[in-house]
């Protein structure tokens, strides 16, 4: 099954300071067919204006991953942690049971940021938070994991759960395949920029595609593009 769901499709609230869009049941927005996909529960596309942010509000059992796709976010939480995460890299939240934080954008430009919402295996636990940077030259041709619970992604930030985010750049004519190895996995694919096909299935920057019962599947770069995976139990 590979299903799209083209970017205007999506649910959205234009708040001023956040123009968020939003490919799962969220806040204001229900669709009861998209409620969630597998473990993975939201997926929020969010442009936060200069000077603007989420202030500080609390979270319990869920895994939090923040891709930032263009400006920077600026984290600080009620363990004392605080960080600054630039476009392309990957910061982390396990709200375990349970923190307070805020994220904001304190540049002078819009901050573009993917909101990913994974379900963990197990309630409660003391909270967590990391960040780490991941050029983008690795990920060229070939999906890297970003934040992982899959055991030997010894590189990628640690959630608490079955999942992996990855990310790829791959060129335009050019391919990239991943591969589950178990067709009932969960598998959805953003295109931050560029255009994809996937077999008979074409997607632009920012679409969703939801693809299951596949072993593997082969993503051919239309346009350069900037991909992020999720693969979920």
Same mark, same amino acid.
């Given at each position: 099954?590979?299903?799209?769901?083209?970017?205007?499709?999506?649910?959205?609230?234009?708040?001023?300071?956040?123009?968020?869009?939003?490919?799962?049941?969220?806040?204001? &927005?229900? %669709?009861?067919?998209?409620?969630?996909?597998?473990?993975?529960?939201?997926?929020?596309?969010?442009?936060?204006?200069?000077?603007?942010?989420?202030?500080?509000?609390?979270?319990?059992?869920?895994?939090?991953?923040? &891709?930032?796709?263009?400006?920077?976010?600026?984290?600080?939480?009620?363990?004392?942690?605080?960080?600054?995460?630039?476009?392309?890299?990957?910061?982390?939240?396990?709200?375990?049971?349970?923190?307070?934080?805020?994220?904001?954008?304190?540049?002078?430009?819009?901050?573009?940021?993917?909101?990913?919402?994974?379900?963990?295996?197990?309630?409660?636990?003391?909270?967590?938070?990391?960040?780490?940077?991941?050029?983008?030259?690795?990920?060229?041709?070939?999906?890297?994991?970003?934040?992982?619970?899959?055991?030997?992604?010894?590189?990628?930030?640690?959630?608490?759960?079955?999942?992996?985010?990855?990310?790829?750049?791959?060129?335009?004519g050019e391919s990239v395949t991943y591969t589950t190895?178990?067709?009932?996995?969960?598998? &959805?694919?953003?295109?931050?920029?560029?255009?994809?096909?996937?077999?008979?299935?074409?997607?632009?920057?920012? %679409?969703g595609v939801a693809i299951t019962q596949r072993e593997?599947?082969?993503?051919?770069?239309?346009? %350069?593009?900037?991909?992020v995976l999720v693969d979920a139990a």
């Amino acid at each position: 099954m590979i299903e799209l769901r083209p970017f205007n499709s999506l649910g959205a609230v234009n708040h001023g300071w956040l123009d968020a869009h939003h490919h799962f049941s969220f806040a204001g &927005y229900h %669709d009861p067919s998209r409620v969630n996909w597998g473990s993975l529960r939201v997926w929020n596309d969010d442009t936060i204006a200069p000077k603007t942010g989420f202030p500080t509000h609390p979270h319990n059992d869920m895994e939090i991953i923040t &891709y930032v796709r263009s400006g920077a976010i600026t984290h600080r939480d009620s363990m004392g942690n605080e960080g600054r995460t630039e476009a392309g890299d990957v910061q982390v939240m396990s709200a375990g049971s349970g923190i307070q934080h805020s994220e904001y954008n304190l540049e002078d430009e819009e901050t573009q940021i993917f909101q990913i919402w994974i379900i963990p295996e197990e309630r409660g636990g003391k909270p967590d938070w990391g960040a780490r940077p991941f050029p983008k030259a690795d990920r060229a041709g070939d999906f890297v994991p970003l934040a992982s619970g899959v055991a030997n992604d010894d590189d990628a930030l640690p959630i608490r759960t079955d999942a992996r985010v990855l990310g790829a750049t791959v060129k335009a004519g050019e391919s990239v395949t991943y591969t589950t190895h178990d067709p009932s996995r969960h598998l &959805y694919l953003v295109p931050a920029t560029g255009k994809v096909k996937i077999e008979n299935v074409e997607a632009n920057a920012r %679409d969703g595609v939801a693809i299951t019962q596949r072993e593997s599947v082969t993503i051919t770069a239309i346009e %350069d593009s900037e991909l992020v995976l999720v693969d979920a139990a």
